[in-house]
Structure formats: structure tokens, C-alpha cells
């Protein structure tokens, strides 16, 4: 696999790096590293002669602490209108199959801003998997446990599935599909006996559908467990339990209408959980 980790001049990318170093570790892996300058004409074309030299002189001493690093098969330093258009050309050059890149909280969370602008805008594109991490997460805290991947038994999830198995199998990690089931309330139109069958099925020890699920998108084979809760808190907790070394969830395709009143749980996740979460598009 082809991983491109997003590198910023902060120490926002710590835990991203710490992240790409041990998937470097595995088999057929290829570590690529971009600094990305956002360049606004309109604005630096006001600057003298001498000031893009050293905006460029930055990007580049930004990648320096890497140049010498194994891991890394290439690190460069990009212009572009914005981080997160020169974030989708660096994985379109080298054809990458995920970015990694950091957030804003640490791995205890906290703060009103937990993503920052450009990983949220990152998870609403999702040009290819987006795998965001604590800033503050390092090679030791990466748990010895396994890839957890939370579905929803709906096809939105296939791709998830196939991207957290190759990851198990290239890190050399087991697979744990966690089926987090969150009932909603009744309401008033529900009949009781409707309810009744429904709640019966839901605290059923092993549910066939996710059997089938399972068996349909090849990873059969995988541990499965069921939780009753919403996925937010069920997939952190397991998470913690099992000591994953990274959590992977699916994306739905929402259109800007329905991201105003439906949350996404995978960007909910990115931005709290304390390992490192990868969002898989649909697609």
C-alpha cells in the first residue's frame, strides 16, 4: 500500500509520522511525505521579491527532521490554493491509497476545536481513505492489539471492510468487526408487538445478518462482536479494550443539506477517538 502523510509545519503531524513509521514496518508498505505551502497570489504577489524564496526555504526546513529517514520513500514540499488541494494532488501523483494526517486534540481529547479546518474538510472529500491521528500519539502508544472496523451491515461499508483487512494483513494484525446497535425510540407509531420483535432480534447472542455481511464482503473469517450503543462511544471503548492499533470506519454519501443535520460518525470519531481512526468513502 501507498500511504501519503501530510506533514505540518506545527507539531500537529507528530503523531501522524509516528503513525507512517510503523506502517513502514509492514509488508509491501511505501511511506510518502507532503508539506503543503497554501499559496494566495492575490495576496503574496504583494510581498517583495525575496519573500517567496523564504516561504519556500520554511516548507522545505519543515520536512528536514525526515530527510534522512528510512521510513520515507520521498518528502516534498507542494504550492497550492489550499492545504486540501494540494493534500488530493500529492496522493493523485503518487497514487496513494490513504492519507494520514493529525489533528488538533490530543489522545485524551478536550478543546472546542478538535479536527481543524483542513482534516474536517479532508473527511468531507475523502479522495481516498483519510486516516486521522492525535498529535501527540507516538510508536509506543500504537496498541499490539488489532484493526477494529465498525459496521453497519449497510453496503456503504464494503469498502471499509476491504481497506481494514488489507491493513491486518500487511501489519500482520488480527480483524474485529464491531456491530455497535443504538435502537431508536419507539415513538408513538410503532406497535407494541412490532417494538417487541425488534428489541428480541436487537439482544439476539448472534445476529445472522451480520454473519452474512461478514461473509459477503470476505471478511468471514474476522472476530465479530455486538455492543448495544451509539457507535461513537461503542467503537472508542472496544477500541480500548482490544488495544487496537487503529479503528476504521465507513463514510456515507451525504449531500451539504444533510451534513447540516446529520452527524457523520466517522468525522466524530476522527476527531475524539484515542487511537488512530481511519474514514473509508463509499465509493
Not at 488541494?85 to 496513494?96: P, S
Not at 478536550?110 to 481516498?128: K, S
Not at 492489539?145 to 476491504?162: F, N
Request: one cysteine or more.
Amino acid at each position: 500500500m501507498r500511504w501519503m502523510v501530510g506533514v505540518d509545519a506545527r507539531d500537529l503531524s507528530g503523531g501522524a509520522v509516528a503513525l507512517a513509521r510503523w506502517l513502514a514496518t509492514g509488508r509491501l508498505n511505501a511511506i510518502y511525505g507532503v508539506h503543503v505551502v497554501e499559496w494566495v497570489p492575490e495576496l503574496h504577489e504583494h510581498f517583495d521579491q525575496t519573500r517567496p524564496n523564504e516561504i519556500r526555504q520554511m516548507a522545505a526546513d519543515s520536512l528536514r527532521s525526515l530527510e534522512d529517514d528510512p521510513h520515507f520513500e520521498e518528502l516534498g514540499a507542494v504550492l497550492a490554493a489550499s492545504a486540501e488541494i494540494g493534500l488530493a494532488e500529492a496522493v493523485a501523483t503518487k497514487q496513494a491509497h490513504a492519507l494520514i494526517m493529525g489533528r488538533r486534540a490530543p489522545t485524551t481529547g478536550g478543546g472546542l476545536i478538535r479536527l481543524g479546518r483542513v482534516a474536517r474538510r479532508m473527511l468531507r472529500q475523502l479522495p481516498v481513505p483519510v486516516v486521522v491521528v492525535p498529535p501527540d500519539l507516538s510508536a509506543d502508544q500504537l496498541g499490539p492489539g488489532p484493526v477494529v472496523l465498525g459496521v453497519d451491515l449497510t453496503e456503504s461499508c464494503g469498502p471499509a471492510a476491504a481497506f481494514a483487512a488489507r491493513v491486518a494483513t500487511a501489519m500482520r494484525r488480527s480483524l474485529v468487526l464491531v456491530h455497535a446497535i443504538h435502537p431508536p425510540d419507539r415513538g408513538p407509531y410503532v406497535p407494541a408487538d412490532v417494538w417487541d420483535q425488534i428489541m428480541a432480534r436487537l439482544h439476539g447472542n448472534d445476529d445472522p445478518s451480520f454473519r452474512t455481511w461478514a461473509d459477503r464482503h470476505g471478511v468471514g473469517a474476522a472476530e465479530r462482536l455486538e455492543r448495544r450503543g451509539p457507535p461513537t462511544l461503542v467503537l472508542p471503548t472496544v477500541a480500548r479494550e482490544q488495544r487496537a492499533c487503529m479503528l476504521v470506519t465507513g463514510s456515507r454519501d451525504l449531500s451539504g443539506m444533510e451534513r447540516l443535520f446529520l452527524s457523520s460518525v466517522g468525522s466524530e470519531l476522527a476527531a475524539t477517538a484515542p487511537v488512530p481512526v481511519a474514514v473509508v468513502p463509499p465509493r
